[in-house]
């Protein structure tokens, strides 16, 4: 075949984001192109192959000699700046990869088409797949852009008729990659350096460091310092009521000379800063005779723009109590899986100007549905013809890589209870958005008291009467709480008629004292509002513009910013709340005291934002770019390595609890607590204690009950030198060494044994009852409560079950007394000592096992409130009845290098097998001795202990010591180690 033969056969593969668009594109091709045969993974005409990503296939990653893993972090690896990223396939969609990869291999392939999203990420998108599948050289096959702003039939052929160049290109290219390269760089880096330097005492004290989350999570804590700083002052408001011919009406005293103190915000013009003076006033009013002059005027309020994804997940969350992961799933789900609703992950709220016939077919489709609170309001729209082609809904200056977020042509069914509220949120907004504005009739009253020697008082009332509804009728009796002010009370009634010239008198008239309130802490939509405006905080002209309409994050990551932020107890949810935690205090001292804020700073996403722009723009270097990245991590690391003082400067606590040994002061620094003898100023008596045992930070509260009980706990989210989770109680124990206190972790007796391969004797003692898991006997081991096949015994060496509940769960005593009736009737009495470990406050519930999920949860009262929580249908239906909080009942940690059980379903199972996709793979030494299939870390410590125990290697004269042999020898490193070592031993030796 001639070349030329060759050119003309070659086919053009197009690979878009998202499977929809991948079939939009089809459907919109097919009247030129003729019909596209469907295969698995992509659709095939003459001359096009139309497939797909699923977001992101490839993520960069650093060379293998870069990669460090996790437990030996330590400023000797730092900075890690490689030369060049790798590529690694994403590993929920390997599968998807492959099949693209594979296509754009094909000898019949020629070219290649980018209709990814329009925008930096779905360039990036595109770019990482193409190299992944060129591998060690380039692909070499054309490439060109088709930019998409709007998803009608006519717009992706006039995209195909103007497609853009791959050089036109180029610069967007290289501002995805460096922001996503710079990302990595100072997010790892940052990590691993702020963990190096909170780790030097020992141990493994995780630190994530991040761009974006750090920021926010700056945001949360300088709010909460406020709030602690926040000194409330008193004062008063004087409150009447007039009465009139018509009826009373109730006012405020205002000052109407008052102007605003630029030094104090808290100073209004109806606050009185002193009680005399209030009640001065009242006294002067009561019974006056008062004049009455108004003013009313209309106003109208348009409804409020289309949903993005973050105004989307601020409304759910204030009306559902939905987190934004949980309206970000459910939107997902919606778009997904049902088809009703379009792409959420959305920063625009206008849609294309070429979508008006899109919005007349959905008025229609919601016209003639059966969902009967939607389809009345979409038939008055269209028998008014409401919708038009407005600036306020359609502009494409507006739409970015997607448009808002509205329902589709699709009528939805089988929804869930919390589909539905995200479904019917979005369909009244769309709906909104064309309706009138709602019209009110709003009046000012000024009612003046003359009073001789104090002169004339005046008081206001306002009144805001709803005279046309236009778009609030579509949200009926909802309507007061959508419009600002709406409320009963002061502002909302209709204020009674008075007449020209008559006067009013005023009764009762009395001060109401009040106090002034600490700013709100932030909930998850008043910080995702807080993320999305960040930019406006930014002092720099440049920056700020640069950071328009971006914020912190996209709408895409702000759910997972938070969840991360969650996750790694920098904060916590207490009711709707978010809270730091005192780890997140101690990440905002490092930051500050090392002189590196520019990571808690917004200004460091304005600045790259800026820079990315002139990249766009062909203004900025790629290279020059990543050479200021580069220099920044070097700085980062260097500020934390070269840090020699024992402290970090930062606002420290005095405790109230004295010292256990001396009776002195105990005060707070950046790594202990210490005490500062009798005068709170003296080195004290050598009392400490280190802030953060096992790589968890005490919260202030708990170092309190620590230190006038001598122990706390269980306490989970402790790490192991190795990275490792477990569960503990903590000891102040006598040092008779030092002639002090020490702090000590506490296992309790039951993780000692089953650290050891110790065999247990359950024989002098009687059953509590059958274990709801296997049916065996529950015993009391140690500080919990066990079944005896789920420990080693006599007559059953290896565990085989999972049933174990904590003695003391959350500070609550559990007497044998309650297991008993928990395993007889499935759950305890009302238990009233509850203390939360989040939020350190009392509660009460029931224990009850929890057959479903295998684990012994709390079941509370049922709440005289309804749920608010995201459900599924099940829980939807059972709203109402009692809630139930499913969390483990507290266990002991199997010692310092323990993971977390996973607790097993309620149905009796057989030992999971081991394959090498769910275990580990032992080191050479390790198999020599076990065998070198992959083994479970659960696994590892009975076969040693088999093995030691057969071959009598337990030292004849201390059962604790362990003789090796030649097997065993290269294992330990040394010819006799301790039992206690063991598990640390065999923990280095898993891959």
């Not at 290219?173 to 350096?193: F, H, M, P, Q, Y």
């Not at 409804?303 to 934004?324: C, H, I, V, W, Y």
């Not at 494409?396 to 929804?415: R, Y």
């Amino acid at each position: 075949m001639t070349n030329a033969a060759s050119a003309i056969a070659a086919k053009t593969l197009v690979i878009a984001e998202k499977p929809s668009v991948a079939q939009d594109i089809v459907r919109a091709l097919t009247p030129s192109e003729g019909k596209f045969d469907k295969h698995d993974d992509y659709f095939e005409g003459e001359r096009y192959v139309v497939t797909s990503a699923v977001g992101h296939l490839v993520e960069i990653q650093a060379p293998e000699a870069y990669d460090v893993k996790r437990g030996k972090w330590s400023f000797a690896h730092l900075p890690v700046i490689p030369p060049e990223f790798e590529l690694k396939p994403v590993d929920k969609t390997k599968s998807r990869l492959s099949a693209v990869v594979k296509l754009s291999k094909r000898k019949d392939v020629g070219a290649l088409i980018n209709a990814c999203d329009a925008g930096r990420e779905g360039e990036l998108i595109f770019r990482l797949i193409e190299q992944y599948a060129g591998g060690a050289k380039p692909l070499g096959k054309p490439v060109q852009r088709l930019w998409l702003q709007s998803m009608t039939p006519q717009a992706i052929r006039d995209g195909f008729d103007n497609l853009r160049s791959d050089a036109d290109m180029r610069p967007l290219a290289d501002a995805a990659r460096c922001r996503s390269e710079a990302d990595w760089l100072v997010g790892i880096n940052g990590t691993r350096a702020m963990t190096a330097f909170n780790s030097r005492d020992g141990g493994f004290f995780l630190t994530t460091v991040g761009r974006v989350q750090t920021p926010t999570l700056s945001v949360v804590v300088e709010r909460e310092e406020l709030i602690r700083k926040f000194i409330s002052r008193p004062f008063w408001e004087v409150h009447a009521t007039f009465h009139a011919a018509a009826g009373s009406y109730p006012a405020k005293w205002f000052d109407p000379q008052w102007k605003k103190d630029p030094d104090d915000a808290e100073k209004k013009a109806d606050r009185v800063w002193d009680a005399q003076r209030a009640q001065a006033i009242a006294s002067a009013c009561v019974d006056k005779p008062a004049s009455v002059r108004e003013e009313s005027k209309p106003t109208t309020q348009a409804s409020p723009l289309l949903f993005d994804l973050t105004s989307l997940q601020r409304e759910a969350n204030g009306k559902f109590g939905f987190s934004a992961k949980t309206t970000l799933a459910l939107a997902q789900s919606l778009y997904e899986r049902h088809k009703a609703l379009t792409y959420p992950r959305t920063d625009s709220r206008f849609l294309p100007e070429d979508y008006v016939g899109v919005a007349h077919k959905t008025f229609a489709m919601l016209a003639g549905s059966g969902m009967h609170h939607l389809a009345p309001h979409a038939r008055t729209a269209i028998e008014a013809n409401y919708i038009k082609a407005t600036r306020r809904v359609f502009d494409n200056s507006k739409v970015s890589d997607h448009f808002a977020i509205i329902p589709t042509l699709q009528a939805p069914s089988g929804l869930s209870d919390a589909e539905q509220k995200i479904y019917d949120l979005v369909t009244r907004r769309f709906m909104a958005v064309f309706f009138p504005s709602a019209e009110y009739m709003v009046t000012t009253r000024i009612t003046e008291v003359a009073v001789p020697q104090i002169g004339t008082l005046h008081f206001k009332t306002e009144g805001k009467v709803l005279v046309k509804p236009g778009w609030l009728a579509i949200y009926g009796k909802e309507a007061a709480s959508e419009v600002e002010d709406a409320k009963d009370g002061e502002k909302g009634q209709n204020l009674v008629a008075v007449a020209a010239g008559e006067q009013v008198r005023g009764n009762p008239i009395e001060p109401k004292a009040l106090k002034t309130k600490p700013p709100a802490r932030y909930n998850e939509a008043t910080l995702l509002s807080a993320m999305e405006g960040a930019g406006k905080s930014v002092e720099d002209d440049e920056l700020r513009e640069a950071m328009q309409e971006k914020g912190l994050g996209t709408p895409a990551t702000r759910a997972a910013i938070i969840e991360g932020l969650l996750a790694e107890k920098y904060l916590l949810r207490e009711g709707r709340d978010l809270i730091p935690t005192a780890k997140a205090f101690q990440l905002m001292t490092l930051l500050r005291g090392l002189g590196v804020e520019e990571l808690s700073k917004a200004e460091l996403t304005g600045e790259w934002e800026y820079k990315l722009a002139q990249m766009e723009k062909g203004q900025l270097s790629r290279q020059a770019f990543m050479a200021e990245i580069a220099d920044m991590t070097e700085r980062l690391v260097k500020k934390a390595k070269e840090y020699d003082r024992d402290t970090v400067p930062g606002d420290y606590a005095t405790l109230q609890a004295p010292c256990p040994h001396c009776g002195g002061v105990v005060k707070e620094n950046y790594r202990r607590f210490g005490c500062t003898g009798a005068d709170g100023q003296s080195d004290g008596c050598g009392f400490s204690f280190t802030k953060i045992p096992g790589g968890r930070t005490f919260e202030l509260a708990e170092v309190e009950t620590f230190l006038r009980d001598k122990r706390i706990g269980p306490l989970d989210g402790f790490r192991s030198k190795a990275g490792w989770p477990f569960v503990a109680e903590l000891v102040l124990k006598p040092d008779s060494e030092n002639g002090n206190f020490k702090l000590e972790f506490d296992f309790g007796d039951a993780a000692q044994d089953e650290e050891t391969g110790e065999l247990i004797d359950f024989s002098a003692q009687e059953s509590l009852g059958a274990c709801p898991v296997c049916g065996a006997g529950v015993y009391e081991h140690g500080k919990n409560y066990v079944c005896a096949h789920s420990v080693p015994t006599q007559e059953q060496a290896t565990p085989s079950c999972t049933f174990k509940s904590g003695q003391v769960i959350l500070q609550q005593p559990v007497s044998r007394e309650q297991m008993t009736k928990l395993l007889a009737e499935g759950k305890t009495d009302m238990l009233e000592g509850f203390v939360s470990s989040r939020t350190r406050r009392a509660f009460k519930a029931m224990l009850v096992w929890d057959g479903a999920a295998g684990k012994v949860n709390f079941e509370f009262a049922p709440s005289k409130f309804p749920n608010r929580r995201a459900a599924s249908p099940t829980a939807a239906k059972s709203a109402g009845k009692t809630a139930t909080k499913k969390i483990a009942a507290t266990a002991t940690s199997t010692g310092s290098t323990a993971k977390k059980t996973t607790q097993k379903a309620a149905t009796p199972k057989a030992p999971r097998k081991t394959t090498a996709a769910s275990g580990k793979q032992p080191s050479a030494a390790l198999a020599a001795v076990i065998g070198d299939a992959p083994v479970a870390r659960t696994e590892v410590m009975k076969k040693l202990w088999d093995y030691i125990k057969a071959n009598g290697l337990q030292d004849a004269k201390d059962k604790r010591a362990i003789n090796a042999d030649a097997k065993l020898l290269p294992l330990f490193g040394k010819a006799q180690i301790s039992m206690f070592e063991l598990a640390g031993i065999a923990g280095k030796h898993l891959g």
